[in-house]
């Protein structure tokens, strides 16, 4: 019941300021589409670099998206609605309530990368994007979602949101198989990167995006995220009620 609870308010909020979410999932990703896919006229693998760009876009939704979702309203309800302090007395149990954070997160992230896909349907570019990506379009949510609720936890002003995306969020955003392909960074960096969430989730959907063959392996890096980012969430809400 607390997960459905979670769900509900987030429901209920995504209602309330249906034009807002949709035009913040919109302007940012749709600026990109038209500035690096239709204003610089280039090519990538032999395609049209928008090909290439389509799938990236959509995996970035998703995960700026969950994340947005999350970290802000988390960082206010904690810091000055003191709303998680009513969690922790109330009768629902602590993993419900994170759970139900985590699937609301997600499930805004992909309503991001939906409306991208939407927006670029026109387009008749030939990709594809089936039950696999939209999996993968969850799991990048579910990951990034928990990421959000470790960094709203360790958040001491209501500023602390921006800046976390700021140091995170935004270089990852650029870095991270997006906009262009991680093969042309120096080897080590090259690595690094490719064994970051964005990076697995851009990789899987484009590949998938383009009827190629894809690794299973960036279902389990997904997965290791997921499992870490909610392990930590865990311990520090947990440890917050038994102070």
Same mark, same amino acid.
């Given at each position: $019941?607390?997960v459905?609870a979670?769900?509900?308010?987030?429901w209920r909020?995504?209602?309330r300021?249906f034009y807002?979410?949709?035009?913040?999932a !919109?302007i940012?990703?749709l *600026?990109?589409?038209i500035v690096?896919?239709?204003?610089?006229?280039?090519?990538?693998?032999?395609e049209?670099?928008l090909?290439?760009?389509?799938?990236?876009?959509?995996a970035?939704s998703t995960m700026?998206?969950?994340?947005?979702?999350v970290a802000? /309203? $988390?960082?206010?309800?904690?810091l000055y609605?003191k709303a998680?302090?009513? !969690?922790?007395?109330?009768?629902?149990p602590?993993?419900?309530?994170?759970?139900?954070?985590?699937?609301?997160?997600?499930?805004?992230g992909?309503y991001?990368?939906? *409306?991208?896909?939407l927006i670029?349907?026109?387009?008749?570019?030939?990709?594809?994007?089936?039950?696999?990506s939209?999996?993968?379009?969850?799991l990048?949510?579910?990951v990034?979602?928990?990421?959000?609720l470790?960094l709203?936890f360790?958040?001491?002003?209501?500023?602390?949101?921006p800046?976390?995306?700021?140091?995170?969020i935004?270089p990852?955003s650029?870095?991270c /198989?997006?906009?262009f392909?991680?093969?042309a $960074?120096?080897a080590g960096i090259r690595?690094?990167?490719?064994?970051?969430p964005?990076?697995?989730?851009?990789?899987m959907?484009?590949?998938?995006s383009?009827?190629?063959?894809?690794?299973?392996?960036?279902?389990v890096?997904l997965?290791?995220?997921?499992a870490?980012?909610?392990?930590?969430s865990?311990?520090?809400?947990?440890k917050?009620k038994?102070?």
């Amino acid at each position: $019941m607390g997960v459905i609870a979670v769900l509900w308010e987030k429901w209920r909020e995504f209602r309330r300021d249906f034009y807002k979410i949709t035009l913040a999932a !919109v302007i940012t990703p749709l *600026m990109y589409l038209i500035v690096f896919g239709l204003g610089i006229q280039t090519t990538s693998h032999g395609e049209p670099y928008l090909y290439f760009l389509i799938p990236g876009i959509v995996a970035l939704s998703t995960m700026t998206g969950s994340f947005g979702a999350v970290a802000q /309203n $988390m960082s206010v309800q904690r810091l000055y609605e003191k709303a998680l302090d009513q !969690v922790m007395v109330s009768p629902t149990p602590l993993w419900q309530f994170i759970v139900g954070q985590v699937i609301g997160g997600s499930l805004r992230g992909m309503y991001a990368g939906c *409306m991208i896909l939407l927006i670029t349907f026109p387009v008749r570019s030939g990709l594809i994007f089936n039950g696999a990506s939209f999996l993968i379009m969850f799991l990048n949510g579910a990951v990034f979602s928990t990421l959000a609720l470790v960094l709203s936890f360790l958040a001491k002003s209501y500023t602390d949101a921006p800046r976390f995306t700021a140091y995170i969020i935004t270089p990852m955003s650029f870095l991270c /198989n997006t906009f262009f392909s991680t093969e042309a $960074m120096p080897a080590g960096i090259r690595q690094f990167v490719a064994a970051l969430p964005l990076s697995q989730t851009s990789g899987m959907i484009r590949s998938i995006s383009a009827g190629e063959y894809y690794s299973g392996w960036g279902y389990v890096i997904l997965l290791l995220y997921l499992a870490a980012f909610s392990f930590i969430s865990m311990l520090f809400i947990y440890k917050k009620k038994n102070l």
